[in-house]
């Protein structure tokens, strides 16, 4: 059984940090794409930041510079850590895991973050 379970969420004021994990079990981790996607309220699910199995990194232009991605392979996790957040960052985040070549998807249930004074 796949899952993909994200923590870390909450709420924060406008400039602070969030760390959001992303524990994976039941894939191959390591053969899979990583990345964090985010929905706002009335609006699409946007694609936030993305990590190879190579580790190479995507950010999406308004968190770049703020947000990072990274893995380790070891624990099968996933991280997204998030500086200097705005208002505008509000949104349920959701862990992916994409093996594009094996046509395997996964989500996440996702995790609530909230940017507000």
């Known amino acids: 059984q796949v899952q993909l379970v994200e923590s870390g969420g909450g709420l924060v004021q406008p400039g602070g940090s969030l760390r959001l994990s992303c524990a994976a079990s039941?894939?191959?981790?390591?053969?899979?794409?990583m990345g964090w996607y985010r929905q706002a309220p009335g609006k699409q699910r946007e694609l936030v930041a993305v990590i190879t199995d190579g580790g190479s990194t995507n950010y999406a232009d308004s968190v770049k510079g703020r947000f990072t991605i990274s893995r380790d392979n070891a624990k099968d996790t996933v991280y997204l850590q998030m500086n200097s957040l705005k208002p505008e960052d509000t949104a349920v985040y959701y862990c992916?895991?994409?093996?594009?070549?094996?046509?395997?998807?996964?989500w996440g249930q996702g995790t609530q973050v909230t940017v507000s004074s």
């Open positions: 039941g894939i191959a981790f390591g053969l899979y794409n």
């Open positions: 992916n895991a994409d093996w594009t070549r094996a046509s395997l998807n996964f």
